[in-house]
């Protein structure tokens, strides 16, 4: 099993960063990625980026220039920077952790209000 707490929403201007985080615990060393997501108002989820456990990222085209994902294996964390956010950014982000065996594992999530 794998546990997953996301941090750092709330509520950010159009045109401005944030940088949420996740961490990871439990069974941490079976976890062969993270992913960030976007859930927006209507409930569509979407991937943002992926980092794999060699460090590799992927982002979803949409995202490419946007977003930055990394990490801190020390502290079993991801990181997802955003800028230039927009109204459309709202929502919830949730963070995802896939295992050698194709589990999936979510967090919570955490809430972004974007106001203009």
């Known amino acids: 099993q794998v546990q997953l707490v996301e941090s750092g929403g709330g509520l950010v201007q159009v045109g401005e960063s944030l940088r949420l985080a996740c961490v990871a615990s439990?069974?941490?060393?079976?976890?062969?990625?993270m992913a960030w997501y976007h859930q927006t108002p209507a409930y569509q989820r979407e991937r943002i980026a992926t980092?794999?456990?060699?460090?590799?990222?992927n982002y979803a085209t949409p995202y490419e220039d946007r977003g930055t994902i990394s990490r801190d294996t020390l502290k079993n964390t991801i990181y997802l920077e955003m800028n230039g956010l927009k109204l459309d950014d709202a929502g919830v982000y949730f963070c995802?952790?896939?295992?050698?065996?194709?589990?999936?594992?979510w967090g919570p999530g955490t809430r972004v209000t974007v106001s203009s």
């Open positions: 995802n952790a896939r295992t050698e065996v194709s589990s999936d594992f």
């Open positions: 439990g069974s941490t060393d079976r976890i062969v990625s």
């Open positions: 980092i794999t456990r060699s460090g590799n990222t």
